[in-house]
C-alpha cells in the first residue's frame, strides 16, 4: 500500500505542476493584449498630435489668405481715399481702412502664435514618434518572448501529461476515483501526518491513528477533511 501512496504522491506533484503551467498559458493571452494596447496608445498619441499640427497648419493657411486679401483690400482703398470726392466719402473708406489694417496686425500676431505652437508640437511629435519605435520595438520582443513562453508551456504540458498517465498506470482505477474525488474538492488530495497533525488541516490527530498512517497497511482519511493521509518520512 505504501507503494500505492507513493504514487499518488507523484501524481498529485505531477498535477500541481499541470496545473501551474495552465495557470501561466491562460495568462499570456492577457499579456498579448496589455502588450497590443501599449503600443496603440502610443500610436494614438502620434496620431492626436498629428492631427492638431494639421489643424494649425489649416488655420495657418487659412489667416494667410485672409491677410493676402485684406492687403489687396486695404491698398485699393488707399488709393480710392486719394480720389474721394465727398467727406462722408473720405470718412466712411478711412473707417475700413482702420479696420482693415487692425484686422492685419491681428492675423499677423495669430501667425507668429501658430509658428510657435506649431514649432512646439513638431518637437513634441518628433519625441513621440521616436518614443512609439521604441515600444513598437520592445513590444514585438514581448510578443516573441510570450509566443515562445506559449510554445515551451505546451509541451511541458504535453510531457507531464504523459508523465502522468505513465504513474496513473500502477494506480488501481478505484484509488484513481477517489484521488480525483478529493483534488476537485480539496485542490490537494495526499498530505503528509507531520508533527501529529494532519497538514492538509493542521488537525491533530490521535497516537493510535497516525500509527496505522505510517504503519500504512492500507488507505487512510482525514475524518475532518477527508484528505488522504501519508507518514512524512514516506514521501521525503
Ligand atoms: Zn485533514
Same mark, same amino acid.
Given at each position: 500500500?505504501? @507503494?500505492?501512496?507513493?504514487?499518488?504522491?507523484?501524481?498529485?506533484?505531477?498535477?500541481?505542476?499541470?496545473?501551474?503551467?495552465?495557470?501561466?498559458?491562460?495568462?499570456?493571452?492577457?499579456?498579448?493584449?496589455?502588450?497590443?494596447?501599449?503600443?496603440?496608445?502610443?500610436?494614438?498619441?502620434?496620431?492626436?498630435?498629428?492631427?492638431?499640427?494639421?489643424?494649425?497648419?489649416?488655420?495657418?493657411?487659412?489667416?494667410?489668405?485672409?491677410?493676402?486679401?485684406?492687403?489687396?483690400?486695404?491698398? @485699393?482703398?488707399?488709393?480710392?481715399?486719394?480720389?474721394?470726392? !465727398?467727406? *462722408?466719402?473720405?470718412?466712411?473708406?478711412?473707417?475700413?481702412?482702420?479696420?482693415?489694417?487692425?484686422?492685419?496686425?491681428?492675423?499677423?500676431?495669430?501667425?507668429?502664435?501658430?509658428?510657435?505652437?506649431?514649432?512646439?508640437?513638431?518637437? @513634441?511629435?518628433?519625441?513621440?514618434? @521616436?518614443?512609439?519605435?521604441?515600444?513598437?520595438?520592445?513590444?514585438?520582443?514581448?510578443?516573441?518572448?510570450?509566443?515562445?513562453?506559449?510554445?515551451?508551456?505546451?509541451?511541458?504540458?504535453?510531457?507531464?501529461?504523459?508523465?502522468?498517465?505513465?504513474?496513473?498506470?500502477?494506480?488501481?482505477?478505484?484509488?484513481?476515483?477517489?484521488?480525483?474525488?478529493? *483534488?476537485?474538492?480539496?485542490?490537494?488530495?495526499?498530505? !503528509?501526518?507531520?508533527?501529529?497533525?494532519? !497538514?492538509?488541516?493542521?488537525?491533530?490527530?490521535?497516537?493510535?491513528?497516525?500509527?496505522?498512517? *505510517?504503519?500504512? *497497511?492500507?488507505?487512510? !482519511?482525514?475524518?475532518?477533511?477527508?484528505?488522504?493521509?501519508?507518514?512524512?518520512?514516506?514521501?521525503?
Amino acid at each position: 500500500m505504501k @507503494k500505492v501512496l507513493k504514487k499518488l504522491c507523484e501524481l498529485q506533484a505531477v498535477d500541481s505542476d499541470i496545473a501551474a503551467f495552465r495557470i501561466k498559458l491562460i495568462e499570456i493571452p492577457k499579456k498579448e493584449q496589455t502588450s497590443d494596447e501599449n503600443v496603440k496608445r502610443a500610436e494614438e498619441i502620434v496620431q492626436d498630435i498629428d492631427a492638431e499640427l494639421r489643424k494649425k497648419e489649416i488655420f495657418r493657411e487659412t489667416t494667410e489668405r485672409e491677410t493676402r486679401e485684406a492687403r489687396m483690400s486695404l491698398s @485699393k482703398h488707399n488709393t480710392q481715399l486719394l480720389m474721394a470726392k !465727398t467727406n *462722408r466719402e473720405y470718412s466712411a473708406l478711412l473707417k475700413e481702412i482702420e479696420e482693415e489694417q487692425k484686422s492685419i496686425e491681428k492675423a499677423e500676431e495669430e501667425t507668429i502664435t501658430n509658428i510657435m505652437e506649431m514649432e512646439e508640437l513638431s518637437k @513634441k511629435l518628433e519625441k513621440r514618434k @521616436k518614443e512609439l519605435e521604441e515600444i513598437k520595438r520592445k513590444e514585438k520582443a514581448e510578443r516573441e518572448n510570450l509566443s515562445k513562453m506559449r510554445k515551451q508551456l505546451e509541451m511541458e504540458i504535453e510531457q507531464k501529461s504523459a508523465e502522468r498517465q505513465q504513474i496513473a498506470t500502477h494506480i488501481s482505477a478505484s484509488y484513481l476515483t477517489t484521488y480525483e474525488r478529493i *483534488r476537485k474538492g480539496r485542490g490537494n488530495a495526499v498530505v !503528509t501526518v507531520k508533527d501529529g497533525m494532519c !497538514t492538509g488541516c493542521n488537525t491533530l490527530l490521535p497516537p493510535q491513528f497516525i500509527t496505522l498512517v *505510517r504503519n500504512g *497497511r492500507k488507505i487512510y !482519511t482525514c475524518e475532518q477533511c477527508g484528505r488522504i493521509l501519508v507518514w512524512h518520512e514516506d514521501v521525503e
